[in-house]
């Protein structure tokens, strides 16, 4: 029998285990109580009762204020068309008295509702971001912008605006830098441009065109460049990658969205978008507005077809194929920072709210109230809850579904919204026959 080995004299001693390094207690911010330091079932404990709180009323009432202080103003002021023609009016003779053209007059006008239509977008882009977030937050039961500004962190937005211009514009080496800086114009221009034709209410639109559908997908178009431009200029294999998936997937759902609105052409008999909203006035039965979205299967068909397509247009979840962070990076944008950067985000939004503002006149009777009894709140109004309602359902559908797989997005597209597209088109032929 062996004997056991006797350690060896000479081996060193094991190192004894460091000390565990301790950190100092941990401080929370309790400014409004806002931090929880239990557990983070937010909304489930914290608004297990929410009306309970002084908090959550003051904000209720202080929401109805807003809400109803915007629709107090509506019937005080009226149509804003009213008061536009008074202004054209006045700044004709104010031309006129000084010996002026009235071509003068119109290029005056002219120039000050394409600043007013840019602007729309401009205070578009810090609404929605900001609105977004704060949804966001309530459907993934998490905190949204709370400090920015007090009240719901309105300021947040502005924060990330100031941000953005001080950040450094880098363009990369290996880019081709003339188009790479070219490319977000190209993106936000024609969003400024597609605005120009949209009802914002009763006789309330930048320019009346006879073809205003047609004017606005053919500008919405352009932007497609200028995405497959920030791609390729960026010297980046996975710009080069959201670029074209950009491209595919933006020409493919233009055709569903385009046929979707055939059936509302046909209704209204007309390519003009104020034109479509007036066709819906009126009421059946005395109580049901004659809104296009109301005609059974086809109305509905048309409007859902619309929506989705008008998602995946504007590259949001989950059409976001494009931008892909998973796969991309971030997609064509990738190579892009500061305003630049931002810019394309912008137009996005801006997109959202034409999209949103189209389905309010397409399908939602455009400024209409939806109450026959309803004489005080003028059309501007009613079309804004509407676009806002839309902008909602764009903001909803971003927070709830998965992002698609490339392949799941073009079958979708060329083998369920296109051929339902053609099918609602002959439904409508057939209500047409029919009633």
Not at 70 to 75: H, K, R
Not at 128 to 135: C, L, P, Q
Not at 255 to 278: D, E, K, T, W, Y
């Amino acid at each position: 029998m062996s004997e056991e080995p006797k350690p060896d004299a000479k081996a060193p001693a094991a190192k004894a285990a460091p000390a565990k390094k301790t950190f100092p207690p941990a401080k929370f911010n309790e400014k409004a109580g806002r931090l929880l330091k239990t557990t983070r079932y937010w909304p489930t404990e914290l608004w297990a009762n929410p009306w309970n709180k002084p908090s959550y009323r003051r904000g209720a009432l202080l929401l109805g204020g807003i809400i109803l202080g915007l629709l107090a103003t509506g019937a005080a002021v009226g149509e804003l068309a009213v008061w536009g023609d008074r202004l054209y009016a006045w700044l004709l003779a104010f031309i006129s008295a000084r010996g002026g053209s009235p071509v003068l007059a119109q290029g005056i006008w002219a120039v000050f509702k394409g600043l007013l239509v840019l602007h729309v977008i401009l205070l578009n882009g810090l609404w929605a971001v900001w609105w977004e977030r704060k949804i966001s937050a309530h459907i993934q039961s998490r905190v949204g912008p709370v400090y920015a500004g007090g009240f719901h962190g309105w300021a947040q937005t502005i924060c990330d605006g100031i941000k953005l211009l001080l950040k450094e514009d880098i363009t990369p080496a290996a880019s081709d830098a003339w188009v790479h800086a070219l490319a977000p114009a190209i993106v936000v221009v024609p969003v400024v441009a597609a605005f120009a034709p949209v009802s914002f209410g009763r006789q309330l639109a930048a320019a009346n065109l006879d073809v205003g559908v047609l004017y606005v997908f053919a500008m919405a178009g352009i932007s497609v460049i200028g995405i497959v431009m920030a791609g390729w200029a960026s010297g980046n294999k996975y710009s080069l990658l959201g670029g074209l998936r950009a491209c595919a997937q933006l020409v493919s759902y233009e055709l569903p969205r385009g046929f979707s609105i055939v059936p509302v052409l046909m209704f209204a008999g007309s390519l003009n978008i104020s034109a479509i909203a007036a066709a819906q006035a009126g009421y059946k039965w005395g109580f049901l507005p004659r809104w296009f979205i109301f005609y059974p299967v086809v109305g509905q068909l048309a409007f859902l077809i619309f929506l989705i397509a008008s998602i995946a247009e504007t590259n949001r979840t989950p059409f976001d194929i494009p931008e892909a962070e998973s796969e991309l990076v971030s997609g064509f944008h990738t190579e892009y920072s500061g305003m630049k950067w931002s810019i394309f985000f912008l137009s996005e939004y801006g997109y959202v709210l034409l999209a949103s503002f189209l389905l309010a006149a397409f399908f939602l009777g455009g400024g209409a109230s939806p109450f026959a009894f309803d004489h005080l709140i003028p059309s501007w109004i009613w079309m804004l809850g509407k676009a806002m309602l839309m902008m909602f359902l764009f903001l909803w559908a971003r927070w709830t579904f998965p992002r698609l797989r490339a392949d799941q997005l073009m079958d979708f597209n060329w083998k369920f919204l296109l051929p339902w597209s053609f099918a609602n088109i002959a439904l409508a032929g057939v209500w047409l026959l029919l009633s």
